[in-house]
């Protein structure tokens, strides 16, 4: 499978434990991006990496979330402390980079949380 | 910020029939908008896209449109089938970088 993967697929969790997600992008695409989507809304933008650079944060982003894409090539997404209110379906897209006209961006079939 | 508006929510139609879904956005320097189908716990695919110099794109049943003046662009599906059945969200982005998207609209499309 040449898309974006993301695992675990599921994750139950107790409230105030850490979780971390993984991404792996698309190959050679330079962008990745993380969404989180709750039910019956649209993703909501949390941050994003040019190669391992991370160029922009939700101001909405508590600081319990970190993300790290060290080499370039996967990221994680951390939550510390998770609550309750964390609960959401975390979604990570990839795209090829500013070098496109529309740089389009392919989402990954995301990672389910739940925090009892 | 960016703000973008999707109507309606829900949306059932005949098969056959058209459906149309309406998004406004508050930037008026977004310049790319994209439509994303998402199926019942799958990812959000991306169906077609329209970026700001263009009035309209059109990819067989489905087609964009574009008013910049009034900040708002509209999905056409023509000749609905079942599968056809989704949630369909809008999104529109400044530039390049983060989408912002609409709340999706559930469309039904019954036999």
């Known amino acids: 499978d040449t898309g974006v993967s993301q695992n675990p697929r599921h994750k139950i969790t107790k409230r105030g434990q850490n979780v971390t997600f993984r991404c792996d992008p698309i190959s050679e695409h330079n962008r990745l991006y993380w969404y989180r989507q709750t039910l019956g809304q649209g993703p909501e933008f949390l941050t994003y990496?040019?190669?391992?650079?991370?160029?922009?944060k939700s101001r909405l982003l508590s600081d319990r979330f970190s993300a790290e894409r060290p080499k370039g090539s996967f990221s994680t997404l951390e939550i510390q402390r998770t609550e309750q209110g964390d609960s959401a379906m975390y979604l990570c897209?990839?795209?090829?980079?500013?070098?496109?006209?529309?740089?389009?961006?392919?989402f990954g079939p995301g990672t389910r949380l739940t925090v009892l | 910020g960016e703000n973008v508006e999707q109507h309606p929510s829900t949306l059932s139609v005949q098969e056959g029939d058209s459906a149309v879904i309406k998004c406004t956005y508050s930037?008026?320097?977004?310049?790319?908008f994209p439509w994303y189908k998402q199926e019942l716990g799958k990812r959000p695919q991306l169906i077609i896209d329209?970026?700001?110099?263009?009035g309209e794109k059109k990819d067989q049943r489905i087609a964009v449109t574009l008013n910049k003046t009034a900040k708002h662009f509209s999905l056409h599906i023509t000749e609905t089938q079942p599968e056809d059945s989704a949630v369909y969200f809008c999104?529109?982005?400044?530039?390049?970088?983060?989408?912002?998207f609409g709340a999706g609209t559930q469309v039904v499309v019954t036999p």
């Open positions: 999104a529109a982005r400044r530039g390049l970088g983060k989408l912002q």
């Open positions: 329209i970026r700001s110099n263009v």
């Open positions: 990496f040019q190669n391992e650079a991370q160029l922009e």
């Open positions: 897209a990839s795209s090829l980079g500013p070098t496109t006209s529309t740089d389009t961006q392919y």
């Open positions: 930037d008026s320097a977004s310049n790319y």
